[in-house]
Every structure is written in C-alpha cells, then in structure tokens.
C-alpha cells in the first residue's frame, strides 16, 4: 500500500467521518478504516500521512490513535492475531518512528499516541528485535555538541521504552536485556546528567532554555528510575556518590524562575515539584530494595525530605510529591536505619507535623463529596487514594507500628483523644475533627502487610462510644455517617456476630438517605457483612436473609429511585449477592415482582446504556432468577417483551445479555413452548449479529441450546446450511475459531449424520485448509476434539470413509500427525473422556490394527498416558464469587461479558461412560495388544 493521493483523500474522509456525531456514518468510516487497515503498508501510510502540511491537525489525531490502537492489537503475533503485521511492515516501522516522533513536537497529542503505540512495540520488540534503537538514541545523548532543544523529546522516547522494566521480575531474559542495555546506556546517562546541571548553571538567566534542562532533568531521572527497579546496576553502584550529590542539588534547589516552580492548574503539579517526586520514588526504591548499598546516604536524604515536607503546603498540586516523601520516610522507619526515627521526640515531631496535618480533611475534599460523590468514594473506600496523602500518612503509621508501636499508639490515641474532646465541645463546628480521629483510629488499629492487628486499640470500646451513638444521631454530619458506615466495613470481622441484627438495625435505614454516599456506603456495608464467615459459616446465614429477604431487599431496589443512584453498582452488586445467597428460596411471587422490577430497569437503560458494571449486575439478577423459572408462562411474559425490545432496537451493548437470555429459555423450555423461539433462528442467523465479536460466544451457546432441545426443527426449517455458513466465518477467525468447532460439536452431537452427510466432506476439507494455511495449537486441538466427538458418534468406519473421500491418505495423516501428538495437550476433564473413548473405539478396529500397525500402537500409548496423567483443573476454582475478585472494575470494557451465575455447564455428553473401564472390558483390544506385544 502506497500513500497516493487517492489514497491519502479516502483515509481523510474516513478519519474524519470516525468522528461524526451521526451513528451510522460513524460506524461505517470505522468499519471502512478497520478493513483498509489489514493492508500490508498501512501503519507507513499512517506515518507518511503526519509529514503532510495540509492534513488537517485533527486527521493527524485520528491517524495516530489509528496507529496505536493497530500497533496494541495485532503488533505481537498470537494465536488469536486476526491481522498479524508482516515483517517488512515492522521493520519499517521501526526504521522512521523516532523521526516521526520528534517531527511532532509542536503537536503534542500527536506526539503522546505516537509515543503510546512506541511502548508498544517497545515493550515487545524491544531490545531483542530492535537492536539499533538504543544505539541510535545514546548517539544524540553522547554528541559533545548536543542540542538541548532536542533533548527532551529524545529522553521521552527513551523513557517510554525503559517504564516495562518498572514491572519486570528478574528473570533471566530480563536479566539479560539490561545487561545488554546497561553496556551501552550508563556512561552517557550519567555524563548527560551532570552536563545537564552545568548547563542549568550556565543558562541561569534564560527561562526558555531552563525550562527545557529541567525537563531534560525530569526524564533523566525516570530513565534512571525505571533502570533501578529490577537490579541495582554496577555502574550505578559504583558512581552512586555522584548520583546521590545531583539528586541532593535539585532537593536543596532554591530557584524562582515561574515556569519551573509555578504549576499550571491547582491541580497539576509544578516541573520542579514533578523532579522532587522522582527523587524521593528513587531512594525509596533503593531504600526498599537496595538498603545496605544505600543506608550511608539515608540520613541526608531524610533531613532533605523533611525540610521539603515542612515547607510544602497542603495544596492538591503538591499531593503527588507528598505521598512520594511520605512513602520515603516510612520505608526508613521499616529499614535497617529505623534508629533515625528511635526518639520519642521525633515521634512527636512526625505525629503532629506530618500525620496529622496530612489526614485532616481540606476544603476541595468537602467539595467532592458534595459535587462529585462517585470520584469521593473511589478515594475513600475503592483504592483509588493510592498516591494521597491521607494514604501515605496510613503508610507511615503502619511502618512506624513495625517497631515503634507502642510509643506511636500511645502518642496519636493521645492525639485521638485531644480531636474528640474537639468535637465534642462543639458537634456542629468541629465535626472534621472526628472524622480526623476516626480516621487515625483506622491507620493505627488496621492490620498491615507481615503486620498482626494492633491489639492496642480498643475497636469495640471506640465502635460503641463513637460510631453506634453518630449512626442513630439525627443531626449526625453526611461525611461522620459515612465515616461509620466505612469502619464498621472495615473493622466487621472484629465486631461480634451476636451485634450484627442490631448493625443491620442501624444500617438499613441508611439505605432511604437521599445522599448518594450514606445510601451507597450503606449498601457495600450490607455486602461486607454478608461475606463474614466464622470456620467457614457465614455469620449472616442464608436462611436469615430468606426469612428478612423483603426487609433486606426492598429497601435496596428503592435506592435505583433516587436520581443520583438509578445505576448505582454497589447497591446491585449487593442484591446480587442477596439473590444468590438465596438461589431457590425465593417464591415465584417475589421472583415475578423482582424480574419486573429490573426487567423495567433494563428497558429503561436500554435507551442509553451508560454504566456497564450496573447493567451486568442487573442481567446478573435476571439470568439468576430466570435460570429457576425458565418454564413458567408468567416469568417468560415478563422477560420475552425486553428480549424483543433489545432485538428490535439493536442495543449494541445489551445484546451479548440479550442472547444468554435466550439461551436459559431455550434451555429450559418444554418443546409446547418453542414456538416463539424458532421464530427468532433467522433474525439471529443474520450476519450483522455476527460481525460483533461480543455477541459471538452468547450466540454460539443459543444454537447450542437450539440444537439440544429442537434440533430436528433446525434442518426441517433449513437453517442448518446458514448456521454451517456462520461456522466457516468464525473458522477464518483465529480468535473465534473454537467457536465454530462448538458449533459443529452441536451438529454432530445431537443430529444423526444423514441431516448433514452432504455437508461434512466440505467442512472437512475447510478444516484442513485452514490448518495448512494458518495452523495453531488451539485450532487443532479444537478439531481433534471435534474429530474425537464424530468418530464416537458416527462410527470409525463411517468417518475413515468420509475422510478418505477428501484425500485417499487423509484418515492416517490425521491420526498421525494431527491427533496423537496432540492428545497430550488436551486438559479438560470432559475433552480428555471424549478423547479417551475416541481411542478406545479406533484401537478396537481390526482393519486399523492391520492397516496401520504403527499407528495402533502410538494410539494405545496415548490412551494409557492419559490414564496417567494428572487432573490439572481445581474442582473448586471457581467457588470464590466474582464480584469478591473483581470488586473494583471501573469502566466500560466493549467485550463478552459472560452472566457466571447462569451461564451454561460444560454437559458430558456421554455421561454413561466410565473412560477407563470402557477401555479395560474391550476384549478386542486385549486380544490386538497381545497381537502387537503391547502391555496394557
């Protein structure tokens, strides 16, 4: 593919079509872009098309995030790569990028996906199959005559390629990729480094040029970052005196100059404060990893950070360098030079000058509680509060508990006493100052990594006096109830079960707050609560909750009518558990009233689904209690009309729920029902269905279901060469090729093979053509599943006939090299029995033994190794629920989401069958074994 200028006008047209607000036009551009992009050139069309003056700056956008989004899919070659990129492609790529990169300069959201997608490929390519990049960087780094100007971007680049090892394990291929890299990097990086700091002296008076050394700094000091975290390098070792003394200058700094110490927004950090914060993640990560190389230079670096710290308001924009500093010191009061911090003086000093300013709450915390109260609970209950400094002052408690606690216990509960008193002298004016006690009550008494829970603070003693008496206060303030929801959360294990009927007493009405925190807090709390086991006995039973299931319920529901909570997840998630604690137990009235309840919530999402963690929840509830009453008119009624509805409506984000639905109707219908379901096979046959690969694995498990329970309708309404078709298209597809074989699987498995004689040479030889033309162990361990299933089904003669008729060799070919090698790979406890009496009916083939001796006897040694072989799969991976592990997905991932609560069970289809004494009683094998003088 060459850049023509017909070429160059569709691609505009294209990006800019992407971009339009009306949907189909939208849709048809990105379609158009996704089939050009499978052209061998594409990616150096998309480079050429950004050196163009009179393409639009806006196209230019669209082109790199093109680039991007091809380079992070199909980039590394996998069995699942639609469109790998050829090789020639690759190459050059990675022969122009780093130019392409630093001619986009003055454009910088350009530059950033450019600068993305080389991560990318850096994090796969990179050193192994990029050798001359790193070369060619540390030559412009190396150049006595270096262009400062151009320096920043060329750092930038580096850094992007270096950040992987951030993550790294050391490994031995790491290992031996650093070792490469830290042959040619160092000595230019450090001698970059400190010319850098001469030239900052020398340009004193020049902010342009300042600004661009002191972010050539910055990403100096990344690159040396991301060098360090799997290994201390010898060079670094050995210079680290030189290091340390340029980390202290720019820690010492005292410069004015406003573009290097002023920040853009409140909420942006400055250059300077972004150099600050580096450094203290660089000695905290030496300090963490490499202490006794380091504990010489910890004592200066503290006193560097501290007096920072100490001069360093509470500004949001500063938050970043104080979690990093914080961090810092509380890796030094958890190190081997934990002494500097042994004074109870000291203590005192950290406490009342570092905790607690740190852990009050500030004006723009207020503000988000009350302007954006999802962003307030991310930090506050959801994790997000990693790199806060109310998070870093919980750190530094828990490292000073690890030898210092009970001196730092005694001083902050004498602190916490001082915020109560506080309060109360004044409930309404001082109420942060409880909220600062309860908060440190939770950083000292909260349980830390190798830490046991600090037996110093008295839980009980603080929950009955303080928490109990907010929750049934009236006047209570909205953040101090939340406060209490969040500690009994936390602390619900240490809180005794016979207190949990009088907890659920003062939660549930919390529940019919208006305020979205209170009610939404109130419902995790419920969720924690229920998940609290004693030897493995819930405390909170299933019968309790089926006994108080309205009680428990109905309040929740009532939470989706408040206008800020009509996708309120957490409120979900906890009903979700409540109707799977309950599966059975709920009455067909109650499971009407319920379905119509959420069936009218998805109606109503289905219009403009936003919130996907929600509307899974919501399908979650509704498959739940369906997969109970699949077969009853009334709860049919109730579903069918939104089932249509997302059918008719084409609700793009809906329609893999949509289809699992159906499925568990399907599944669960008696045949007098059937008849609105076969009306629905050509609407699902329809190709479009079929282009969204998120509806692919919810429709396959329909015709699975179709074909269980009606599959002789399927061929009588000649559907059964348009479902063969749509098995071809997911067969070309290496991403959804197993697919197409559980759709065949279907086929064969419920239809005797007169239905589709005419059609099985042909799919035969589709199969093969696309082992030959793009093989996988996936999809050939997919066919010989498959090739296994047939051969049980249909009989060893029929099939070694059928496959003799597409080539007269085939039917050893197949055996020999397709099947045996692979029976080894195959790991499901079900695919391993079909395979195993696969074997057993071809060893019991006399013509096969005086054909194929050779043959015969690799397949009995197969047979007999499966035997052998392990179980690898826990029959209880998968009790843990998954809304414990994913607790905190945020997002909208555009993929299958399969509903787990009711998805379809692996079914053995010969479930009649014990492998091993089939084997054992087959006389003709024994008889064939002895014949080939084989043990068994």
């Known amino acids: 593919m060459e850049l023509t200028e017909q070429v160059l006008n569709k691609l505009v047209i294209c990006f800019t079509n992407s971009n339009n607000p009306t949907q189909s036009i939208r849709e048809e551009a990105t379609n158009e872009i996704k089939n050009i992009s499978k052209t061998p050139g594409f990616l150096m069309v998309l480079l050429k098309m950004l050196d163009i003056p009179s393409v639009d700056l806006v196209v230019k956008q669209m082109a790199a995030i093109c680039f991007k989004n091809v380079a992070k899919e199909s980039w590394l070659e996998t069995d699942d790569t639609e469109n790998p990129i050829p090789i020639q492609d690759k190459n050059s790529v990675k022969e122009v990028i780093v130019n ?26 990179f050193p192994q199959n990029w050798p001359n990049l790193l070369p060619e960087l540390v030559q412009v780094m190396s150049d006595p005559n270096v262009d400062f100007q151009k320096l920043p971007p060329i750092l930038k680049i580096m ?47 020049n902010e342009k040029e300042l600004f661009i050394l002191f972010t050539s700094i910055h990403y100096l000091l990344e690159i040396f970052h991301s060098m360090s975290c799997v290994d201390l390098p010898e060079f670094f070792e050995d210079n680290l005196e030189k290091f340390t003394t340029e980390f202290h200058r720019y820690l010492q700094l005292n410069i004015q100059t406003p573009s290097i110490v002023q920040s853009k927004s409140e ?58 500093s914080v961090k810092f010191l509380s890796t030094v009061s958890m190190s081997i030079k934990h002494d500097l911090f042994n004074s109870e003086d000291i203590l005192r000093q950290i406490c009342s000058s570092i905790v607690l300013p740190n852990i009050q709450l500030r004006e723009g915390d207020i503000e988000l509680y ?78 830390a990594e190798n830490q046991s829970a600090n037996q110093l603070v008295p839980i009980m003693d603080f929950y009955k006096s303080q928490i109990e008496p907010e929750l049934l206060n009236p006047q209570c303030q909205p953040i101090l109830r939340a406060d209490c929801l969040k500690f009994i959360s936390i602390f619900r294990t240490q809180i005794p079960a016979q207190e949990y009927t009088r907890l659920l007493q003062h939660i549930l009405p919390c529940l019919e707050s208006p305020d979205y925190i209170i009610h939404t807090y109130a419902a995790t709390c419920i969720d924690r609560l229920l998940t609290v086991k004693d030897n493995g006995v819930a405390r909170i039973s299933p019968d309790f909750v089926s006994s108080h299931l309205s009680g428990l319920l109905l309040p929740l529901v009532n939470v989706f009518n408040f206008p800020c909570s009509k996708q309120n997840e957490r409120a979900m998630r906890t ?113 479009n269905l079929w282009k969204r690969h998120s509806n692919i694995p919810p429709l396959v498990r329909l015709f699975q279901a179709y074909f269980k329970k009606d599959a002789m309708s399927l061929v009588a309404n000649k559907h059964l060469e348009p479902i063969l078709g749509i098995f071809q298209n997911l067969l070309s597809s290496p991403a959804n090729d197993h697919e197409g074989f559980y759709l065949l699987e279907a086929i064969v498995e419920n239809l005797p093979l007169d239905t589709y004689k005419q059609y099985i040479v042909r799919v035969l030889q589709i199969i093969l053509e696309r082992i030959s033309k793009q093989k996988t162990s996936k999809v050939v361990r997919c066919f010989i599943i498959f090739y296994s299933l047939f051969i049980i089904k249909v009989g060893v003669e029929q099939v070694c006939q059928i496959t003799k008729t597409v080539r007269p060799d085939l039917w050893e070919v197949i055996l020999k090299k397709l099947f045996i090698p692979t029976t080894t790979e195959i790991k499901g406890k079900i695919e391993k029995k079909i395979i195993s009496i696969a074997i057993t009916n071809l060893l019991s083939n006399a013509e096969l033994f005086a054909a194929a001796k050779d043959v015969w006897v690799a397949l009995c040694e197969a047979q007999l190794n499966i035997f052998k072989g392990k179980e690898t799969e826990s029959a209880h991976a998968d009790d843990e629920l998954y809304i414990d592990k994913n607790e905190n997905v945020e997002g909208y991932t555009p993929t299958f989401s399969q509903l787990q609560f009711s998805k379809k069970q692996d079914s053995d289809p010969f479930p009649q069958i014990d492998p091993k004494s089939y084997f054992d009683s087959n006389s003709t094998i024994k008889s064939l074994a002895q014949q080939a003088n084989v043990s068994i």
């Open 100 to 125: 392409v990169i630093l001619a986009q300069t003055n454009n910088p959201l350009v530059q950033n996906q450019l600068l993305a997608a080389m991560t990318i490929i850096g994090d796969i390519d």
């Open 159 to 205: 850094h992007s390629i270096l950040k992987k090892y951030r993550n790294s394990s050391n490994s031995q291929e790491v290992l031996k990729e650093l070792q490469y890299i830290l042959t040619i990097l160092p000595e230019p990086f450090l001698n970059l480094f400190i010319k850098t700091g001469q030239q900052i002296n020398v340009a004193a008076q």
């Open 267 to 324: 909420e942006e950090p400055s250059l300077l404060n972004n150099i600050h914060t580096v450094i203290c993640d660089i000695i905290n990560l030496y300090t963490q990893k490499y202490d006794e190389e380091f504990q010489n230079h910890l004592q200066s670096f503290v006193q560097d950070v501290w007096g920072l710290l100490s001069k360093t308001n509470s500004e949001p924009r500063n938050d970043h360098f104080i979690y990093s």
């Open 370 to 447: 009350e302007d954006n109260p999802v962003e307030y609970m991310r930090k506050d209950i959801e994790g997000s509060d990693s790199d806060t400094r109310r998070r870093a002052s919980i750190d530094l408690v828990r490292g000073l508990r690890k030898y210092f606690e009970s001196v730092i216990t005694r001083l902050l509960m004498a602190d916490i006493q001082k915020l109560l008193q506080q309060h109360q002298s004044n409930p309404a004016e001082y109420w942060m100052a409880k909220d600062s006690a309860i908060f440190l009550v939770t950083a000292l008494a909260v349980r």
């Open 575 to 687: 009903i979700v558990r409540i109707v799977l604690m309950t599966l059975g137990k709920i009455d067909l009235v109650t499971t009407t009233q319920l379905l119509q309840k959420f069936v009218n919530i998805l109606l109503e999402e289905a219009k403009n689904p936003l919130n996907q963690t929600f509307n899974h929840y919501c399908f979650e509830v509704v498959g739940s209690m369906l997969k109970s009453y699949a077969n009853i008119p009334e709860v049919i009624h109730i579903v069918i009309p939104m089932i249509e509805y997302i059918l008719q409506k084409d609700v793009v984000d809906f329609s893999p729920y949509n289809f699992q639905l159906l499925a568990i109707l399907v599944e669960n219908s008696p045949p007098e029902f059937m008849d609105p379901y076969r009306s629905m096979v050509p609407i699902i046959c329809h190709p």
